[in-house]
């Protein structure tokens, strides 16, 4: 899409939240003189249009709405839902030129829920002897953008002692994702700590978790 010469200033930014919970999304114009529109994109897919004040897209749900404020306008989703997961966009008719309708689009607001992560060590009764797993569970994020690694006392772990299964969407539409870290019996009463870290887009920083042997015991 070609952008002309903009005559106002669009802004936006990324909205973490969780299921249920109502987003404003926040476009702010040089002045009040244009009307603005709104716009969603899931993932390999060009912009759809949701609404423009009183201009709605067919069978758009009745959570989504608009608030105009002067120079300020927002989209609204009140009790966002799973399916709502996608980026956000204001966008602007004429406003660069007299000459043309091509649209000028605001910076993309990403909806999205971050990851809870419950690591699960292996049972005394289970190590025994033999080959011990330690799992970490991811649950209740959105988008499927997430990233999980294995660290050994800070030293990374790979190859085939880790099983990392695909996400899977739950019944609440947002996913869930496992890993296994496969450990001798030894290794893991060794002492030594393993750590499961995980990255999103909805997480300002890494979320790590840590166990060992001598915190079951």
């Not at 010469?5 to 109502?22: G, H, Q, W």
Request: with cysteine; aromatic share 8%.
């Amino acid at each position: 899409i070609v952008k002309p010469p903009l005559l106002i200033t669009l802004i936006s930014s990324r909205s973490v939240l969780t299921l249920k919970s109502t987003v404003k999304i926040l476009c702010t114009a040089e002045n009040d003189n244009y009307h603005i529109s709104w716009y969603q994109q899931k993932a390999g897919a060009g912009p759809q249009f949701l609404l423009r004040a009183t201009d709605r897209a067919d069978d758009l749900p009745s959570r989504f709405t608009y608030t105009d404020s002067g120079n300020q306008d927002y989209l609204n989703i009140n009790g966002i839902e799973a399916e709502d997961e996608a980026t956000y966009y204001c966008g602007c008719a004429f406003c660069g030129s007299a000459h043309t309708n091509d649209v000028a689009f605001g910076q993309g607001t990403t909806v999205a829920s971050p990851p809870s992560v419950v690591l699960l060590s292996p049972s005394q009764s289970g190590s025994s002897g033999g080959e011990v797993s330690v799992v970490c569970v991811l649950q209740g994020f959105y988008p499927d953008s997430v990233t999980l690694s294995w660290a050994e006392d800070g030293r990374a772990v790979a190859g085939s002692e880790v099983q990392t299964g695909p996400s899977r969407r739950r019944a609440d539409g947002t996913l869930s994702q496992s890993s296994v870290l496969k450990l001798s019996a030894g290794r893991w009463s060794s002492g030594h700590a393993f750590t499961c870290r995980v990255t999103h887009p909805a997480l300002t920083s890494p979320l790590t978790k840590s166990t060992s042997a001598a915190q079951c015991s």
